[in-house]
């Protein structure tokens, strides 16, 4: 006769520490209020007048709506002891949001005493299996390297089995080359294009974030699966083949957060997914992964309803 009800409910204060681009102020803020979430501001040097701006607008119109005073915040300056003040505040901040550079991140997550939800890089992969369409192989690749090459689901690296790469590869390299891109391979891709450059090690694990790509020739779905796992920085990778059931092992054994199967990398994106406006992408595990949307800014609790039921049954028997 217990009633149990699981309830969406905001998670609190949150902290969102930005650079650059004014729009996450009113992006940010818009979010966190529509879940029911009070927000602080920090955005950085590069647009300061402008996140003033909006801030105040945001709160004075929301006052004036009903909203409680104070429940957008901005931070007014721009210095870094800022950074280490909020990150500090546990007492008053249920969640801390750091948007921009790994430098800012990493210092968001080793300061922060309380949760943090981030994303360090987009290391983003395309595997061309040996199943392969491979014009759509071609198609896939372009759009995820070059339709916009500063983001992070742009495409860094592409894997390519070595059973369709003397085929593929120069197809892949006419397109790539007609566009710009700078191509660095491993032995085995130079054999086959000796005009590119020769990858290191750290190009692996690199993210250009410009039209750059790194290409390596694999045995493999389970060679092309481990180098994902090692070098991937769990945002977005995508398979482009015809059988299904590679595919399906590539969604089961690569642990990041959106995988694709003969889509471009480019739709990892909280509006492409039906989400509306996003507050980022996660590579974190908890609470939130991938494009982060209203659900992910909130949490829940449980909400029991009895007619006076006590535990121990012996005791209400007698009573």
């Known amino acids: 006769g217990i009633i149990i009800e699981k309830v969406r409910v905001p998670i609190g204060v949150i902290g969102i520490i930005f650079e650059s681009r004014p729009n996450v102020t009113s ?10 979430n009070a ?14 701006a909006i801030a105040e607008a945001l709160q004075s119109g929301g006052e004036k709506a009903g909203l409680p005073e104070g429940a957008v915040q901005l931070i007014p300056f721009t210095d870094r002891e800022s950074v280490k003040v909020l990150a500090g505040m546990d007492k008053y901040l249920d969640l801390i949001i750091p948007r921009g550079g790994k430098g800012l991140i ?3 997550v080793s300061l922060a005493r309380m949760p943090v939800i981030k994303h360090y890089d987009g290391i983003c992969h395309a595997f061309v299996d040996v199943a392969a ?14 339709q916009k090459p500063s983001v992070c689901n742009a495409l860094e690296t592409v894997l390519v089995h070595q059973e369709i790469a003397a085929d593929f590869l120069p197809k892949l390299a006419k397109r790539l080359q007609a566009r710009g891109v700078e191509m660095r391979g491993d032995q085995a891709t130079l054999a086959i294009l000796p005009n590119i450059t020769a990858a290191s090690e750290e190009d692996w694990s690199t993210e250009y974030l410009d039209l750059i790509i790194s290409i390596k020739i694999v045995d493999s779905l389970d060679d092309a699966v481990a180098h994902i796992n090692q070098y991937s920085s769990q945002h977005s990778e995508v398979i482009i083949t015809n059988d299904a059931a590679a595919a399906t092992r590539f969604q089961s054994e690569i642990d990041s957060a959106c995988l694709f199967h003969n889509v471009s990398t480019r ?12 507050i980022g992408i996660s590579t974190d595990k908890l609470h939130a992964r991938g494009p982060m949307g209203l659900n992910e800014l909130c949490s829940y609790q449980y909400r029991i309803s009895g007619t006076g039921q006590i535990k121990d049954i012996a005791r209400q028997e007698a009573l």
Request: proline share 0%.
């Open 27 to 36: 992006d940010a803020a818009v979010l966190c209020l529509k879940s029911g």
């Open 39 to 52: 927000t602080i501001l920090r955005g950085g040097s590069e647009a300061i007048h402008s996140n003033k």
């Open 106 to 108: 990493e210092t968001v």
């Open 133 to 146: 369409d491979q014009d759509l192989a071609v198609a896939i690749i372009d759009d995820g390297k070059t």
């Open 267 to 278: 739709f990892a994106d909280g509006e492409e997914f039906g989400f509306g406006a996003e």
